[in-house]
């Protein structure tokens, strides 16, 4: 028994790892066809977005209002065109709505809107508040007496807010164990390095005085995602706090190189290109493949 879970385990991984690279190009196209957006943050996160959606979440794509379903609340929310990739990779929308991000009249909004797409639980971009909302989703469940559970994804920049603290201590007052907190630590905001323009270390050791459970990952691990996904679903009385130490603009090296450059600059055609053709090397994909 404990072998066979742990080769459908070994199985799902090669699995995500064999989806990154194409949500990573769909990310850059997107990006690229509007002409606006934030790279170096969405490329950080898909790793982590697309375990939660492929491991943990409970959701059903074509009933996206399920009452019972897992809610995920993307705090970060110009990182949402990682989102997008996933949810189309689902069958929330079609592949080719994709092109219209940030288009007038689009579903998918350049940050996450519950009012233009289905599948959405919250919508969500002044940074800072995500947390406020999990909270609020996660007592609301659990008054209803709903097994249900709030993944929330954060940025680090946003932990510099103060709602975030107040949120923090708050929730483990109130005991909320049924809500995991996901950190994209890719230590670059739009301003700077994140140690550079406000601090917000020592992490691990601010959020367990709060009173959080908390775990510390590599957030492009995905076997390390994993198990600390698992491991913050058995935790009673308390929230989880994942720290996922992640690389901004992961995958595309002259993103990696310059992440404070590529926060919220989109990709020309040229970049574009450039970046594409060194993923698919990366991963072995035939460049003649289409792209769309």
């Not at 926060?263 to 003649?288: L, Q």
């Amino acid at each position: 028994m404990g072998s066979d879970k742990a080769t459908d385990r070994e199985r799902l991984v090669a699995q995500l790892e064999a989806k990154a690279p194409r949500y990573r190009v769909d990310i850059l196209e997107m990006l690229c066809e509007a002409e606006s957006g934030h790279p170096g943050g969405s490329l950080s996160a898909i790793d982590l977005v697309s375990a939660i959606y492929h491991y943990k979440l409970r959701h059903r794509p074509d009933d996206p209002l399920w009452a019972d379903r897992d809610r995920f609340i993307m705090s970060k929310g110009h990182g949402v065109p990682a989102q997008y990739a996933v949810m189309s990779d689902l069958g929330y929308f079609e592949r080719d709505k994709l092109w219209t991000l940030r288009k007038l009249g689009s579903p998918l909004q350049g940050h996450p809107c519950t009012h233009w797409l289905a599948g959405i639980d919250a919508s969500t971009g002044s940074l800072g508040q995500g947390l406020s909302v999990a909270q609020g989703v996660g007592i609301g469940l659990r008054l209803s007496r709903s097994k249900a559970h709030v993944y929330c994804l954060m940025g680090d920049g946003e932990t510099q807010e103060g709602q975030v603290w107040e949120a923090a201590m708050s929730m483990a007052k109130y005991r909320v164990d049924n809500v995991t907190v996901i950190l994209d630590y890719n230590k670059a905001q739009i301003d700077g390095l994140t140690r550079d323009v406000m601090d917000i270390e020592p992490l691990a050791d601010k959020w367990r005085a709060f009173g959080w459970h908390v775990q510390t990952i590599d957030g492009h691990d995905y076997r390390q995602i994993l198990a600390a996904l698992d491991q913050a679903a058995a935790v009673q009385g308390q929230p989880s706090y994942i720290i996922a130490h992640t690389i901004k603009g992961k995958g595309v090296s002259f993103m990696e190189q310059n992440p404070v450059s590529w926060h919220g600059v989109s990709p020309n055609r040229e970049d574009t290109d450039r970046a594409i053709a060194e993923i698919r090397k990366r991963a072995g994909i035939d460049a003649k493949e289409a792209v769309r």
